[in-house]
Every structure is written in structure tokens, then in C-alpha cells.
């Protein structure tokens, strides 16, 4: 098996960015493993889907190709709303499971290992992961991020907006049935509301060291 970092955490409080710098510090493979529920809701949109066909989300899952996950529409606020959705979904999580757990187990270029980044890596995907980190922030703080961000790509929406759908979504995400938004017993807690990223870096740099001695 292949040395495994796994990352959750809600939106906007940059385990996605953590875990792509772990993957670049120690030569793995990385995947944000929410890009595939994204793709997903992204085929369900166009479509037609509103989320409530569960046969149409997990063929939209199963469709999934290179292609989907490139494309540029996966970061709009639509698609990572519908996301939400189609992730509480059990057939839908079903038809992405297998997929993350191979690229876990056998690293893509025969790369020493892997780090995921996701909701449910931790607890469902990779359980057995030997290094786990829940990164979360202040809602509030994660509104300012991701308003920054939209606004950054030329985006016109109001602050108030960007933290009622955050909101929402995180009611969504740690309260559906299936594999819900939860930190591990042995997850190592990463709080970056008042961290720069450098700062959050090594906070989890200092726990995967920890972990990968064994310690």
C-alpha cells in the first residue's frame, strides 16, 4: 500500500490547498476528490437534472472523463451546490468510491503515495490512511475567502450571499445520511481562521511528520 494523507474539512477552508503543497512537498499524487462530485453535478446541470433523479446523477458519475474534471465551469457557485446534493447521494458516492479509493492504493507514475482531499477521505474513502488532517475555519472567515476569490475573477456577488450558501452547504454536507462532513477519531485538527498559509503549511507538515515516524 501507498503512503496515504488524507484531508477534510469544509468549503473554503483551504484543505485543498494544503493538500496539493503536502502532494508537491513529498512527491505524491494529489487528488481533490470533490472536483469528481463536481463534474458529476456539472453533467447533471447540463443536462437538465435538478438532483432528485438519482439514476441520472450516477450515470452523470459514471460518465465522468479527463475532460469534465479540466473544466473551467467546475468552480462556479452553481455546480458546487449541486455537488452538495448529488454527494449525499449513496449510489452516486457508490460509483466515485472505487475510483478514489484505486488512485489511493496505486498512485498514478508508480508515485510513493497519495494525498486526497474531500469530506469523508478520512472516515470513509481511506480509513486506514496513515496520516489524517481536518481543516476547518470560521464560517465567516471562509465567506471572506470565497467572496475574495469570486470577486478575484471578476464576479459580481454580494458577501451575505457567499455566507448563506456556505452556510447551507455545510448543513448539507454534516448532516446527510450518507458519509457526512465528520473529522476522524485520529484526524490531527488544523484550525486556519487566523493562519497565512505558510503558517497552516507547517502545522500540517509538523503532523505528517509525526504520523509518517509512527509517533
Do not use: W
Amino acid at each position: 500500500m501507498s503512503m496515504v494523507i488524507a484531508v477534510d474539512g469544509p468549503t473554503a477552508s483551504g484543505k485543498g490547498t494544503l493538500a496539493r503543497r503536502l502532494a508537491a512537498h513529498f512527491g505524491f499524487a494529489y487528488l481533490d476528490t470533490g472536483s469528481l462530485y463536481r463534474a458529476a453535478a456539472l453533467r447533471l446541470l447540463r443536462a437538465g437534472g435538478d438532483g432528485s433523479d438519482v439514476a441520472a446523477a450516477v450515470t452523470a458519475a459514471q460518465g465522468i472523463g479527463p475532460d469534465d474534471l479540466a473544466d473551467p465551469a467546475l468552480r462556479e457557485e452553481a455546480t458546487g451546490n449541486m455537488a452538495s446534493r448529488v454527494a449525499a447521494l449513496q449510489p452516486v458516492r457508490d460509483a466515485l468510491f472505487a475510483l478514489q479509493r484505486d488512485f489511493a492504493a496505486c498512485p498514478p507514475a508508480g508515485l510513493p503515495g497519495a494525498v486526497l482531499d474531500g469530506r469523508d477521505i478520512g472516515t470513509v474513502v481511506c480509513p486506514d490512511a496513515r496520516v489524517k488532517l481536518f481543516v476547518i475555519a470560521d464560517v465567516t472567515a471562509r465567506a471572506r475567502r470565497r467572496h475574495l476569490e469570486l470577486t478575484g475573477q471578476g464576479r459580481e456577488v454580494a458577501y451575505e450571499t457567499v455566507l448563506r450558501d456556505l452556510e447551507a452547504r455545510d448543513a448539507r454536507d454534516s448532516a446527510r445520511a450518507s458519509a457526512p462532513l465528520a473529522r476522524a477519531d485520529d484526524a490531527v485538527l488544523i484550525d486556519t481562521t487566523k493562519l497565512d498559509i505558510e503558517a497552516a503549511f507547517s502545522a500540517a507538515l509538523e503532523a505528517c511528520a509525526s504520523r509518517m515516524d509512527g509517533s
